[in-house]
Structures are given as C-alpha cells and as structure tokens.
C-alpha cells in the first residue's frame, strides 16, 4: 500500500465526513438535539483526525537531517496524542450536557434526528471503508479509522434516540444516547493517548515482551550473556532494539550478530536493531552464572544468558 494511496482514502473520507458535520450541527441546532450536535463534535475530532494524519505522513516521509536523526517520525504520534486529548475533553464536555438534559430535558425534534441519524449511518459507513483500505499499522491511520468506526456506533445510538423521541415523545432518550457518544469517545481518546504514550515513554511495543526476546538472544549459539537490553517503538509499527551481547571463547562476533539480527527479524519483526557483540572475559563461559559488571561503565537492566531458559 503506497503513502500517495493512503492519502486518496483519508482525503475521501475527510470530503464525506466534513460535508455532513456541517449539515448536522445545522439540523441538530434546529432540532434542539444535543445527540446530533454531540455527533458533530465526534466527527469534528475525525476531521481533524484526519487532516493531522495527512499533515503527519507528509512530515513524517522527510528525510532525517540536522539533529533530526530519525526525520520527523513521530509527528504522527504528536497527532494520535492531540487527537486522544481533544476527544477526552470533548467527552467530558458532553457528559456535563448529558447529565444536565436528564434533570432538565428540552423538546426534541424526533424526526429530524431520526432521518440524520440514518444518513450519517450510510455517511460513516462508507468513510469507514474508505479507511480501511488504507493502512492501519500506522497509529495515525488507525485512530482515525477507530474515530469514524465508533461514530458509526454513535449514530446507530442517535436513530434509536430519534425514533424513540418521536414514537414515544420520551425526550431524555436524546441525552441518553449523547451519554453513549461521550463514552465511544472516553474509550477511543483513551487508547489513542495510550498508544501515544507508550511511544514517547519509548516502552516496547504493546505485545513485545521485553524478557522472551531477551531469553531469545541469550539461547542464540556461542552467545554468554546478553544484557543493556532495549526494545522502543521510533514511532507506530517501526520497532528498534539495542543491545549489548558477549559471545563465547572461539565465537565469531560478526556470524552471531548476524544469526541474532535474521532471528529478531524472523520471529519478531524487529529490523532497526543496534548490537554491541563483544568476547566475554575468559572466567565468563555459557551456562556461567558469574555476571559481568565490570565490563560496561554503566550496566542497568535485566541480565539474559542461556542458563536463564
């Protein structure tokens, strides 16, 4: 899937869901209707989920230069995370709303919302296959396909509302279903500054475990020890590892780093790896429980050596 493909899908979507917010914060200000309105507010944030996706990809397809050793990778992350932000916060902005109609509903226009309801079921729809096409390992990708998915969920709420308003004249159940949007959005804005989180914090990614890929390097032929382990994620779907790595008496340095790096390739999908591959003091042996402390100016982190499977 090429970058200039992946823009043809968001900027289609972006056309459809635009287009239609503006129509219905107009019918939703005419309908009285909070749900409707609580729906633009959500596709407002997939809007602009979008439009950050599009400015990130740019960004992020420079070359590095200057102090920029990895380009500008993580612009896309910085976009994931303000979108996370914006739909929390619009989230509680709701929830207030909600609550608020519940002691104190005002009438609502049940059909309008119900008809609006509908076409933005057939709107989100589309918008949401159009994303998919594109491709969603990217954080950025991801947060908005999830964004316009749960306002798909959103607008199913919304016409159940609509059509219950007016069947029923049951006016609280608009504030009902704009409680259930403000929680479509605590859940994707969550995840969304979760995810971006755990990449500033440069933890590993999510369902890399840190110890079986450490566990993985020590088991590796003539390996002693391997410690100074660090796995991060340069941004969504791009993991990097460094470590530090003591081969046997009679190893041959270059032959283990390569056999280590086609592993980590293999069974982990780790391409960017950085490997220090020293020989290990002569009192050091496989299966030797004698650390090495003295050989790093600075050891941290767990140590892995094959006596350790």
């Known amino acids: 899937m090429s970058a200039d493909a992946d823009r043809r899908y968001l900027t289609g979507a972006l056309v459809l869901i635009s287009a239609f917010m503006v129509g219905e914060v107009v019918v939703g200000l005419l309908a009285r209707s909070l749900a409707l309105i609580s729906d633009a507010g959500h596709m407002l944030t997939d809007a602009a989920s979008i439009v950050l996706a ?20 993580r612009a896309e992350i910085m976009s994931a995370l303000v979108n996370g932000i914006t739909l929390l916060l619009l989230a509680a902005y709701f929830v207030y709303e909600g609550i ?11 059909g309008l919302v119900l008809v609006t309801g509908l076409v933005g079921i057939a ?34 709420a919304t016409t159940i509302a609509g059509a219950v308003v007016l069947f029923t004249g049951f006016a609280r159940a608009d504030a009902i279903a704009a409680l259930i ?10 995840e969304l500054v979760r995810g971006a989180g755990r990449v500033f914090m440069e933890a590993a990614p999510d369902g890399l475990n840190p110890a079986d890929v450490g566990a993985s ?13 660090h796995i991060w994620e340069v941004t969504s779907a791009y993991p990097a590892l460094s470590a530090h790595v003591l081969v046997g008496e009679g190893g041959d340095c270059h032959a283990v780093r390569r056999a280590i790096e086609a592993m980590l390739r ?19 042996t496989i299966g030797s429980a004698d650390a090495v402390d003295d050989h790093c100016a600075d050891p941290h982190g767990p140590v ?5 499977d």
């Open 54 to 73: 599009l400015v990130a990809m740019r960004l992020s397809a420079r070359p590095p230069q200057g102090g920029f050793t990895y380009g500008l990778k």
């Open 100 to 110: 608020s109609r519940l002691f104190d509903p005002p009438e609502v226009a049940g």
């Open 123 to 156: 709107i989100n729809l589309l918008a949401t296959w159009l994303i998919s096409k594109a491709n969603r390992s990217s954080l950025n990708v991801e947060g908005a396909y999830q964004h316009i998915l749960n306002d798909l969920f959103a607008f199913i």
């Open 181 to 190: 949007v403000a929680a479509l959005m605590v859940k994707a804005g969550y």
């Open 217 to 229: 390097m020590a088991a590796s032929p003539d390996v002693v020890e391997v410690h100074d382990l």
């Open 266 to 284: 293999a069974e982990y999908g780790i391409d960017h790896t950085t490997l220090q591959v020293d020989h290990a003091p002569p009192e050091v």
């Open 304 to 308: 892995h050596r094959p006596s350790d």
